[in-house]
């Protein structure tokens, strides 16, 4: 008998849909299974764990990220995650899907666990992607039987976390509730063990303990605070995931300028110099109060680094403070004979604001005559912040078509309001120069200054409508007016 005696329309046709679909089915690209309209919704409810990215063709990060990922999908089924599947979708094809996903921008990774959807945010290399695939798919935390597996497990992470102790207490309610939060669970691996017996004699502890393993510095490190303090516990966690001496990467992104942590940095040719060693005896007597970070300038990340620090290899070795709560302001001592004495030294004269802010820069330009004012970093504190004139100022890419449209108009109203006394109109190339205080967010960026306050233009680019501005907004310019002055566009609606 192939049926049961009673059986349904409806389970007749969810036989009939299950065998119609099989997910060896669905092609796959160097092990990466490749979605449809058609199957995704298939795939999915046949797969458990399913990270999905969603791709264009001629999006550069996506053909970077390609190799990556199709070899964390064949490490993930070589290693027997079968569970576990890599996917994607041409979205420039499959509109339907990316409109349904909402996809803005390429890459973009979702995670599918049992269907449910969250944002995919580890990184984009084989090794993190697997290793991020693998912790979101079990329980937040490991349970091992004892102290010596968490230190084997823990021999492989960069960063792990173990509770030890009676796992019926509040201490591991808290414990666990770390080890959901997103801000640290993305860091961390985390195991427990109710074997105390033997581990509490190894980390010196005769109640439920905390004990950071870590690949860097000190390790293993045994929490010294109340557990249950949960603020106190995250703070210490963020410290404690960095290393004293940092090598600048994409990993420390986020605790320098997601933090926003106050930040030493050395840019260094040769991490051999004599100054290096100085540096690093800085940073372990200082840890804790900033970062202490070493980069170089030219390759990959580091030569972003260098360029948003408005450093070359012109200017090496030297160091620069990031004081990114306020403003992303720099501050700046050259490396060269630098001596532990003079290192904090330079610490010591930040703190107490002795420093000047140092800016990138062109050189400050001659006086030409010209109508319209050309602005650089030197000279931006004095020209337009510290100033009793009005500014109304263009920052600009070289590179930007609407920058490069818009000049002549910016040329013509520098001209036509020359005679306005108290009122300057002026440009900046903000690739090449750094404003002071100003969060540039595109190009170009039109900004209105009055007693150094800036106001933020955000009407047309037409020349009446900045004119129209001008009139409702800039006294000095409404003072000519009633003084019964001119410009050429008074008597013409347009040039």
Known sequence: MLFPKKITLASLLLLGLSAAFNIADVETDEGVLVLTDANFDDVLQSTSHLLVEFYAPWCGHCQQLAPEYAKAAQSLAASGGGAIRLAKVDATVHNGLAERFQV??????????????QDYTGGRNEESIVQWVVKHSGPPSVSVAT???VKERASGDKLALAYIGDLGQKDFTVFMSVAENPTIGEKYQFYHTADFEGCGGQFGTDSPSLVLFRNFDTSPVLYSGSIQDIDALLIWLQGQSVPTLIEFSEDYIEPIFGQRKLTLFLFRSNADNDFSQAFSEVAQELRGQLLFVTSGVTEGIQARLGDFMGIDEGQLPTFRILDAENDMRKYSMSANGATVESIKQFIEDFKQGKLSVHVKSQEIPEDDGRSLKTIVGKNFREKVLETENEVFIKFYAPWCGHCKSMAPTWESLAEEFRAVEGLVIADM??????PEGVDIKGFPSLKFYKNGVATDYEGGREFHQLRDFLKENSSAYQRHLAKGGNTHTEHSEEL
């Open 104 to 117: 803005q921008g390429f890459p973009t990774l979702h995670w599918f666990k049992h269907g449910a959807r």
């Open 429 to 434: 190339d903000a690739t090449a120069n750094e």
């Open 147 to 149: 102290c010596q597996e």
